[in-house]
C-alpha cells in the first residue's frame, strides 16, 4: 500500500512538498472561514503574505475546536481537543515539524519570524477560558483580550519584520499599535456578537455590563474605547514596511466601519442581532482605503 502513496512530484524534496502542502493547508482554512481576512491578505506582499496565513489558520483552528464542537461534545471534550492542539504546537515549535499541516504551517513560520511561547502560551490560556460561561471582570477581561488578539498582532508583527534592518528595534517601537490594533478589533467582534454569545454561549465578555440589557450610552463607551485603540494603532500602522501597511490598513478600514455601523445601530437591536457588512459595502470600504494609500 504504501508503494501506492509514496513518492514526489519530479524535482521536488519530500520535505518541501510536504511545507508546500502545509502551507497551502492553511491558506484553505483562511479562505473558508474568513473572507474579509482572505481578501486582505491578498494585498500583503510575497514576503510575509504564507507567514500572516499561517498564524491566522493556528488561530482560526483553536477558535473552532471552542466554539465550534460537535453535536453532544462536552466543555472536557472541546478542552482535550485544546490541549492536545497546544502541545502538539508546543513539541512543533520546537522540533520544526508536525504531523498536523496547519500546525506544521505555523511552525515554520514562528521558526522563521520569532515567535516564541511567550505569545502562544497566552494565546492558549484565553482559548481556554471559552470553555465554559464566564462573565469577566476588569483584570480577566484584560488578560483574555491579551491573550485572545493582542498577542495575535505581536504575532503577525513579527512576521511584518522578518528581515527588516534593526527588526528588533522596530519591533519594539510599534509593538503597543499593534496590541491596540488586536484589541480593537476583538471589542468589535465582542459588541457584534453579543447576542450571539450571550443567548448561544452564554458569554458576557465586557465587565459590567449586563448584555441582555445594553444601553445606547453603554455602547457609545465602548466604542469610545475603541476609537482610543484606533488612534494608537494608527501611528504603528504607518511605520510599517510597505508590503504590509496597505493591508492592515484595509483590514482597519473594514472593522472601523463596523464600529461606525454599531454606533449608528440601536442598543436594542445590537442585542438581538450581529451587525454585518454588506459585500457592497465591503467593496467601498476597501477601495476607499486603496485610493487613501495611493495604490
Given at each position: 500500500?504504501?508503494?501506492?502513496v509514496?513518492?514526489?512530484p ?8 510536504y ?13 473558508r472561514y474568513?473572507?474579509s481576512?482572505a481578501?486582505a491578505t491578498r494585498l500583503?506582499g510575497d514576503?510575509v503574505r504564507?507567514d500572516?496565513?499561517?498564524v491566522?489558520?493556528l488561530?482560526?483552528i483553536a ?5 465550534a ?5 462536552r466543555a472536557e ?9 497546544e502541545?502538539?504546537t508546543e513539541?512543533?515549535l ?5 504531523a498536523?499541516?496547519?500546525v506544521?504551517a505555523f511552525?515554520?513560520?514562528a521558526h522563521r519570524?520569532g515567535?516564541?511561547?511567550d505569545?502562544?502560551?497566552p494565546?492558549?490560556?484565553?482559548m481556554?477560558v471559552?470553555?465554559e460561561?464566564v462573565?469577566?471582570d476588569?483584570d ?5 483580550v ?10 503577525c508583527?513579527?512576521a ?5 534592518p ?10 503597543p499599535?499593534?496590541?491596540r490594533l488586536g ?6 467582534n465582542?459588541?457584534r456578537d453579543l447576542?450571539?454569545?450571550h443567548h448561544?454561549?452564554?458569554r ?6 449586563d448584555?441582555?440589557?445594553l ?7 465602548i ?7 484606533f488612534?494608537?494603532a ?8 510597505a508590503d504590509?501597511?496597505r493591508a ?5 478600514a473594514?472593522?472601523?466601519?463596523l464600529a ?13 442581532q450581529r ?8 467593496a467601498r470600504?476597501?477601495a ?6 495611493g495604490?
Open positions: 500500500m504504501t508503494a501506492l509514496s513518492g514526489s519530479s524535482g521536488v524534496s519530500a520535505s518541501d512538498l511545507d508546500s502542502v502545509a502551507d497551502e493547508s492553511a491558506a484553505l482554512v483562511i479562505r474568513s473572507t481576512f481578501l500583503l514576503r504564507t500572516v496565513k499561517n491566522y489558520a488561530v482560526r477558535d473552532e475546536v471552542v466554539d464542537p460537535r453535536s453532544g461534545a471534550d472541546r478542552r482535550a481537543l485544546l490541549d492536545a492542539l502541545a502538539e513539541v512543533a520546537e522540533r520544526g515539524h508536525s498536523n499541516l496547519v506544521h511552525a515554520r513560520t519570524c515567535i516564541g511561547l505569545v502562544v502560551t494565546f492558549f490560556s484565553s481556554r471559552d470553555l460561561p462573565t469577566h476588569p480577566s477581561f484584560a488578560t483574555y491579551y491573550g485572545s488578539a493582542e498577542v495575535v498582532g505581536l504575532m508583527l513579527r511584518f519584520l522578518r528581515g527588516v534593526d527588526g528588533q528595534a522596530a519591533y519594539d517601537g510599534l509593538s499599535g499593534a496590541r484589541a480593537a478589533f476583538q471589542k468589535i465582542f459588541l447576542a450571539a454569545d448561544d454561549l452564554g458576557s465578555y465586557f465587565p459590567g455590563l448584555p441582555s440589557s444601553s445606547d450610552g453603554e455602547r457609545d463607551a466604542l469610545d474605547d475603541i476609537d482610543d485603540d488612534r494608537v494608527a501611528a504603528a500602522i504607518a511605520g510599517l514596511p504590509c501597511r492592515v490598513d484595509v483590514a482597519r473594514l472593522f472601523g466601519e461606525v455601523r454599531l454606533r449608528s445601530t440601536p442598543a436594542v437591536q445590537i442585542r438581538e451587525v454585518r457588512l454588506s459585500a457592497p459595502v465591503k470600504v476597501v476607499g482605503a486603496l485610493a487613501r494609500s495604490r
